[in-house]
């Protein structure tokens, strides 16, 4: 008998998605940074890095990629994913961003982070493209780990503004094709 978490269906979003986008990624988002931020900052960032403009905007931009995770017809995660000038450092032709993998806190550890994170291999390598990369909250050891375990290694770090804070991210990548020079 099949699992509950192979049944996951991965699909593409559309701009009528903004409203379920919004509501994991600020669900999501409080339940793994509150503990470490303040509520001032946390009620910032959600207000506007959630908002129905920029949600929106991201989902009509041709450079940037939805999916869905659906369990028994319900939205449980979701994977953002970047190509091009979309991406929010890098901007590098070759390479691919994730921006994220968000999973319902009730089903982390299920790998539903997994299936998420193998759908963006699956068009990194259709894309054929030379890399993927991402930034990960220094703090964040369960994403690191995450990463870390599927071939992904640090090789810088970024300033991500939380509100009126100051936080350094880990830049990583997983090279997919070996450099020919």
């Known amino acids: 008998m099949l699992s509950d978490m192979e ?35 946390m009620e910032k960032y959600l207000k506007d890095g959630f908002s129905e403009e920029k949600l929106r905007k991201e989902l009509n931009n041709e450079d940037s990629q939805f ?15 970047n190509l091009g000038l979309s991406q929010t450092e890098m901007q590098d032709s070759s390479s691919l961003e994730i921006e994220r993998i968000y999973v319902l806190q009730e089903f982390q550890g ?6 998420l994170y193998s759908k963006a291999m699956e068009i990194a390598l ?36 939380l509100g009126d804070e100051e936080q350094t991210d880990i830049m990583m990548k997983k090279i997919l094709k070996a450099d020919p020079s």
């Open 110 to 115: 299920k790998k539903v982070g997994q299936v």
């Open 67 to 81: 999916y869905l995770a659906l369990l028994n017809h319900r939205v449980i995660g979701y994977l953002k994913l």
């Open 126 to 161: 259709h894309l054929d493209v030379d890399y993927v990369w991402l930034g990960v909250w220094e703090e964040n050891k369960k994403a690191i780990s995450f990463y870390t375990k599927n071939g992904f290694i640090a090789f810088d770090q970024h300033i991500f503004k």
């Open 7 to 41: 049944n996951i269906i991965i699909c593409s979003a559309t701009t009528d998605d903004w409203v379920v986008l919004q509501e994991i990624g600020r669900k999501t988002f409080y339940e793994t940074f509150a503990s470490s931020n303040t509520p001032e900052n």
